[in-house]
């Protein structure tokens, strides 16, 4: 082989083996990419689950949550549940006949909350939002008139999932005619995650449509008319009104789409209190909106 060949032969090896180190170099750099982000989704999924774990805890330990016991309550169920519908319906009775008071089932007793308790541990602690078809939403409401609880929970530790809490331009006893209560829309449906149904699931909106907010002094009862996507920086949802003036009204009519409800004598519920939940959607861009009106309230008694 003359020099020349030598030379290019020499050459080639050396390209070869360049070529052979880049792709180990390549190789050994996306295995290393792909440990960093095992390990960062297994540590997300682990703090996920304890930022829910951490909610039902508060649930269990601060909330009691009574079964409705009127027989128009109870759904059509299969044959194997009838007996126990039965013995529901027959042990109501004999609770009403006893000599002990019977206790009510009206809708704010439903649920009782020790927010004594929760305030004592966090003073931000305002309230808590319960809906009535079960514990799809069952947290502690925060207000710190800023956007602290967007990353910590309702202890006041960091945390991924954050708080359900009122928007800070708002008053924290839920007098305005205009509240905004924001919540994380967490993949387990967690939080405000649960609020995608009414977009994805067909006819959710039935049976799911009440909720209640618990305050110290009050229980507010609330019935969803309206839900939506908007633009996260453009929408006019996102306005706090004081009082229900004629621009409210305006406001709940072209903004929220409300066409009225009406109470259980087919009356007219005045829309003076509004509350729009609001949560993430598909983009960052967007954000998804349930509105609810306040159609009664209760005041808390020892």
């Known amino acids: 082989m003359s020099f020349i060949g030598r030379v290019s032969e020499r050459i080639n090896n050396i ?3 360049r070529k052979r180190l880049f792709w180990c170099i390549g190789a050994l750099a996306a295995a290393a990419v792909a440990a960093v982000c095992g390990v960062k989704l ?14 039902e805890e508060a649930a269990a ?5 009574s079964p409705r016991t009127d027989p128009e309550s109870l759904e059509e ?5 009838a007996v126990l519908i039965s013995d529901t319906i027959e042990n109501t009775e004999e609770d009403v006949n006893s000599e002990d008071e019977p206790v009510s089932d009206e809708w704010y007793n439903r649920i009782a909350v020790d927010l004594k ?8 602690i305002v309230g808590w939002i319960w809906f009535e078809d079960g514990n799809t939403v069952n947290y502690p409401v925060l207000y710190s008139g800023d956007d602290t609880y967007l990353n910590t929970d309702y202890k006041g530790e960091g945390s991924k999932a954050g708080a359900i809490y009122i928007e800070p331009y708002n008053k924290p006893d839920f007098s305005d005619a205009h509240t905004l209560i924001y919540g994380h829309n967490m993949k387990d449906g967690s939080m405000f995650g649960v609020l995608k149904k009414y977009r994805t699931v067909e006819d959710y909106m039935e049976g799911h449509d009440l909720f209640q907010i618990v305050t110290e002094e009050k229980i507010y009862r609330y019935k969803i008319f309206h839900y939506k996507n908007v633009k996260a920086a453009k929408s006019e949802v996102y306005k706090v009104f004081r009082r229900a003036g004629e621009e409210y009204l305006d406001f709940i009519g072209d903004e929220l789409e409300y066409r009225g409800i009406y109470d259980t004598e087919g009356d007219l519920i005045s829309p003076d209190h509004v509350i729009t939940l609001s949560t993430c959607s598909y983009s960052d861009n967007v954000r998804f909106v349930v509105s609810a009106v306040r159609i009664d309230e209760h005041e808390i008694t020892e």
């Open 15 to 17: 390209i070869k083996s």
């Open 42 to 55: 297994v540590r997300l999924t682990v703090d996920r689950a304890e930022d829910k774990k951490t909610y």
């Open 61 to 65: 330990t601060y909330v009691s949550v």
């Open 77 to 81: 169920k299969t044959d194997d549940d």
């Open 117 to 124: 308790a929760l305030r004592e541990l966090n003073p931000d």
